[in-house]
């Protein structure tokens, strides 16, 4: 599972989607935009809207589905109860894995059940250009005797573990700064797959809060 709030999808989670794919040998990378993120701000878009970007940029994409379980929730769009709702899916013994970006690790320990989410899943932190930062203590806590050091003891079991991993492609894209750019008139080429930013230019999204 790679969550966010995808306001909107860009080629860094698209990139890092298709390469964690690859790097763990995953069957499927479900990409599964939030509703309603509990720690941010609302979004300056519906999440039906997010939900239809993230499909246009996913496209026919191999090993990658545009998720929609969280939309069909009441409520603030809690992980833990994601991964539960993957966890009934695939089975007690299913190997599963919560990617997220080093900038989302980093507030952890803020997220509602985090002890959970390792009961449920695997946890894999995606290193990020310029989110660079220390853990907290309270994170340091959370995470200790968690860390593996490769892919291979990572999957011998179905959840638990946690993984930093460094993938081929790092890129220092983020929506807030494809939002600030859509807002301003200035162009988001090569940020967002052409579909996403054919689709934002249709519906004249993102020019305004
Ligand atoms: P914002 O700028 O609005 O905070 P974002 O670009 O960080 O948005 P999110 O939807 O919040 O996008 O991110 C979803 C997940 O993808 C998070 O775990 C985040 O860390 C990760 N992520 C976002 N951008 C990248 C990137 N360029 N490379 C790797 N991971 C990323």
């Known amino acids: 599972m790679l969550g ?12 890092s989607a298709v390469e964690l794919h690859e790097a763990l040998a995953l069957d499927r990378v479900h990409m599964i935009p939030a509703a309603m993120p509990p720690l941010r701000g609302e979004p300056w ?5 997010r939900l239809a970007l993230l499909e246009a940029g996913i496209g026919d994409t191999p090993g990658l ?6 939309l069909r929730r009441d409520g603030p769009s809690y992980s833990a109860d994601t991964l539960a709702a993957l966890r009934r899916d695939y089975g007690r013994e299913a190997r ?18 985090p002890q ?11 290193d990020r250009p310029d989110h660079e930062a220390p853990l907290s203590a309270a994170l340091a806590e959370l995470i200790q005797g968690r860390e593996v050091d490769s892919v291979e003891s990572l ?19 983020s929506a807030t700064a494809v939002r ?13 797959p052409e579909a996403v930013e054919a689709r934002i230019r249709r519906d004249g999204l993102y020019r305004q809060r």
Do not use: C, K
Not at 65 to 70: F, G, I, K
Not at 106 to 113: H, I
Not at 116 to 126: G, K, Q, T, Y
């Open 4 to 15: 966010g709030t995808f306001d909107p999808v860009h080629l860094g989670h698209l990139r």
């Open 96 to 113: 599963l894995v919560m990617a997220l970006g080093h900038d989302a690790f980093l507030r952890l320990a803020d997220w509602r059940s």
């Open 180 to 192: 600030r750019r859509l807002a301003s008139g200035a162009s988001v080429r090569y940020l967002l």
């Open 45 to 49: 878009v519906p999440p039906e809207t």
């Open 65 to 70: 589905v545009a998720d929609p379980r969280e």
């Open 116 to 126: 959970r989410l390792f009961e449920l899943a695997h946890l894999v932190v995606i």
């Open 155 to 173: 999957m011998q079991r179905p959840a638990g573990g946690l993984l930093r991993l460094r993938l081929p492609t790092r890129m220092a894209i």
